[in-house]
């Protein structure tokens, strides 16, 4: 499970940020098609954050669905999968716009 990875990926980067004070919660974006399955980084974050000062944090994740634009119509189109095809002409030449993100994208920290 990779994931456990990347939730203490995400912890390290926190309390880097945070210093020594507590983080009351943080905001994480992950995208439709990041490979990243939100679920599995809010079950490992409870387990990755005991004894550090973000034990008891709130974990926000903001799901980010996928987009790419037609090379070939020049429509942006809703995708599902890294390799999916323009809803509109069926072309699979696809410029991927949003999807991909995995980041910490805010942390609230005790004053």
């Not at 696809?94 to 910490?104: P, Y």
């Amino acid at each position: 499970m990779h994931e456990m990875s990347i939730t203490q990926g995400i912890i390290d980067l926190c309390l880097e940020h945070a210093g020594d004070r507590r983080i009351r919660s943080l905001n994480v974006e992950i995208g439709e098609l990041s490979s990243v399955v939100p679920e599995s980084i809010e079950f490992c974050f409870e387990a990755c954050s005991r004894g550090t000062s973000l034990e008891g944090a709130r974990l926000i994740i903001v799901r980010v669905p996928g987009m790419g634009q037609c090379l070939e119509c020049g429509q942006e189109t809703p995708l599902t999968e890294l390799y999916g095809s323009c809803q509109h002409c069926g072309s699979n030449r696809i410029t991927i716009l949003t999807g991909e993100e995995l980041r910490v994208r805010e942390i609230e920290v005790d004053d």
